[in-house]
Structure formats: C-alpha cells, structure tokens
C-alpha cells in the first residue's frame, strides 16, 4: 500500500472509531471513486456503514450496506483477474465476509450468516499462508478462535463456528495489534473486552487507557470503560462513562435509542452504587425528554424506562 493509500486508509480507520461516520463514509466513497480497480474503498465503505449500524444498535441502511458488500466482492475478483490472486486480495475480500456475516449473526439469522463466515474464514486462512507478513487476517481469525474457546455465539463482529483456542486467539490477536495495517485497533478494542472477560484486569485497563489517549470521544472506547467498571463493581465510575455516553449520543441524529440504552443503564449503576435519589432523578429526567419516542424499540425502551422509573420512586 502507497504512503497515500495508507495515510487516507488511516484517516478512515480514526474516523470510524472516533464515530465520525459521514466523514469516513464520503472519504471511503471519494477512495472508491478515485479508483475504481483497487477494492479498498468499497471494503472501508463497509466497515464504515457496518461499524456505524453497531454504534447506534440499528439497521440505518442495509440496502446500502448490502450492494457495497456486492461491490467489495465484485471489485476483488476483477482485481484478481488482473493481479492474480494474492494476500492482499483474500484479505479484502475475507474481511468483507465476516462483516457480511456479522451483518446477519445481529439479525439473528445464523443459517444466513454462515456461508459468508465459512467463506471468509477460508480466504483469511489463505491470505496468512501466501503472506505470513500480511497480520490483517488475525483480527477474524483470532477474534473467531476466542468466541470459540469460549463456547459463545457472538463476541461483537465474532462467529461460534470457526474451531480454535482462547490462548490461540489471544495470541493472535495480540500480533495484530501490535503490526496490522487495517485491524490494530480492531484488535485493541476486542482484546479489551477479551481482558475483562477473563478477569485479567491490569492488561485489559492498560489498553483501555492506550484508546482512551488516543481516541478520547470514541463511543467503542466508552463501552469498553463502562464495562471494564462494571465488572471490577466500581458502579460510581460506570454511571460516570454512561453519562457521558448518553451525552454523546444526544448529539446524534439516530441516538435516541441509544440514549435510553445508556440512561437506564446510569440509572443501573447508580442503583448498584447505593445511590438511589440520584438514580431516580437520572431515570425521571430521561422519560421526560426522550419519551414518549417513535420506532418500536425506542417505545419499548421508553416503557422500561417509565417501569424502573416508578419502581425506584417507590423505593422497591
């Protein structure tokens, strides 16, 4: 990858974690177009829309998402047609497979999920023989081998079929972060998670603090911050990064939803923190600026909101 290429793809990458979704989705588009052999724009195009879907907990435009997933796809055999295929080629269109897959894993639709993840597990597995330099491919790999060993369905963008190990993943998702182009903060963000999931709490707070510095407004890095406090039962802290969480989700268009998913979960933490009166307070003010709310999951989360709401004020 040229200097350019690289600098632009980092400056996408950056703007998809720091949720700045409409300048990375046109800087992908303007990639895209500038060239149109190359499939790295349509890939970046699809990370972004997906990423952006997984941020505000919504489908905001699958119609979108889909024909760029078609696009990635098509864009790679034509470069293969005309480069051969190589590791770079079978990254691409690899990545663009677990996101598909990923894509229908949050529908639940599993059985539609599973020919895309196959597939894409297959290409990355090549990618990483032809090139063993080439450290992109284990985000997936190692992220799928985790979710494996851990005998769960989902781990954010993460399969349950692929076969492997939770120490194998780790490892490899440790490889990526340190020397991956497209997936090192991909990688630093799921092993985050991973470290709070195994109680490993000194390494995953160091790479929390490591996305912290360097993306500060990220709402990923948030999540992670409440979960980590969470787990360790610091639910002072936690209510205090789900109340800014839902102040950067307030300023969003599509946050709605997501302002009430984090309201109620300050209310939460501060109810396990022992502080009830703020926590009534939190709840009363969210129902009567965010409700009542149109689309169906914002109404039903308006409903358990206004329910925890009464339950707190009458001290139960």
Known sequence: MDSSRAALTDRVIDDVIDCKFTRAIA???????????DPLGPLLHLLALGL???????????TAFLETYATTLARTQNYERNNGRTSYSLTVAGIANAAHASYYLRRDRYFAAIGS???????????????STNVDPNFFLGAYEYARGELRKKLWMVLFWYPGSRSRGIARLNVCMREAQLTA?????????????????????SIIQELYREHPRSRFVMWSQAKYHEERKEFVRAAEVYARLAASYEQEHHGRYNVLVTRMKQVEALEQAGN?????????????????????????????????????????
Do not use: H
Request: net charge negative; glycine share 8%.
């Open 27 to 37: 800087a992908a588009e303007s990639l895209s177009r500038v060239d149109t052999i």
């Open 52 to 62: 952006r879907d997984l941020d505000f907990d919504l489908f905001l435009d699958s």
């Open 117 to 131: 993840g196959l597939e894409g597990m297959k290409k990355l597995e090549s990618a990483r023989k032809l090139d």
């Open 185 to 205: 903060t991909g990688a630093k963000m799921a092993l985050a998670d991973i470290y709070v999931k195994e109680k490993e709490f000194a390494k995953a707070w």
């Open 276 to 316: 009830a009166g703020a926590a009534v307070k939190v709840a009363q003010e969210a129902v009567k600026v965010n409700c009542p709310a149109e689309g169906e999951p914002c109404r039903e989360m308006c409903d358990e909101m206004g329910d925890l709401f009464r339950r707190l004020n009458d001290g139960g």
